[in-house]
């Protein structure tokens, strides 16, 4: 059965500093990847999503950047860190050709101080 | 762009009783949905979809939702209501992205079971 990670579980930054964030996926080849960001506990915002390794496409201009190195593995990062950054980060895979059927890993709760 | 929307930010339920939340969907063409539950500081689970066939859906933890394509609604449903259902749900719909399919989500109904 296919399985999804992120870690770190819980993150606490200061502003201005790096952030990496990692994603991986077990059993299954060729995922589409996405990274999602949930602010104060509702909504949820695409912030990035990748059909193949290198591939990377971005819906909303921000801080951030993501990468693909490998076909199972999913890094979202940050050169500086902004306030605005904080929040909970949710990494998600779905079967290529079925993209509308996604599966999220246990997310990221990041607090930028 | 295809959107879905929740109307009710909190629903409150007494414990045994049937619950609803409710989601009104706005799309061209075939809807595909979706509803998701989210336990606190976790990931979504995925609970059922509709793409085609029969109007009601059954998923998992004895929820089912009802697509009604006149009223352009999708609403979530359990005959009845445990402690443990708590938790923030979402109603998504299919969408397109530079030629990719992806979710759009809708902004969250949490219910509160009360015992």
């Known amino acids: 059965s296919q399985t999804i990670h992120q870690w770190p579980a819980t993150l606490v930054q200061p502003v201005g500093s790096p952030l990496s964030l990692e994603c991986t996926v077990e059993g299954t080849s060729n995922p589409n990847l996405y990274w999602y960001r949930q602010a104060a506990g509702r909504g949820l915002q695409l912030l990035f999503y990748?059909?193949?390794?290198?591939?990377i496409s971005s819906e909303v201009p921000q801080n951030l950047s993501a990468s693909r190195p490998q076909d199972r593995q999913f890094i979202l990062s940050s050169k500086k860190l902004l306030l605005s950054d904080s929040g909970f980060y949710l990494c998600a895979w779905s079967a290529a050709g079925a993209s509308y059927e996604q599966y999220f890993g246990p997310g990221t709760r990041l607090t930028v101080t | 762009a295809q959107s879905v929307a929740q109307p009710e930010d909190q629903v409150n339920v007494a414990e045994g009783n049937p619950l609803t939340v409710k989601c009104t969907y706005s799309?061209?063409?075939?809807?595909?949905l979706f509803w998701y539950v989210q336990y606190p500081n976790r990931g979504l689970q995925f609970l059922l979809k509709y793409i085609t066939g029969d109007n009601l859906v059954k998923g998992s933890y004895g929820f089912e939702a009802e697509f009604n394509k006149s009223q352009t609604s999708f609403h979530l449903k359990k005959p009845s209501a445990l402690v443990s259902d708590s938790a923030l749900y979402f109603c998504a719909v299919r969408d397109w992205l530079g030629g990719n399919e992806k979710l759009t989500f809708g902004t969250g109904t949490r219910l509160t079971i009360i015992p």
């Open positions: 799309v061209s063409g075939n809807p595909y």
């Open positions: 990748s059909v193949g390794i290198g591939q």
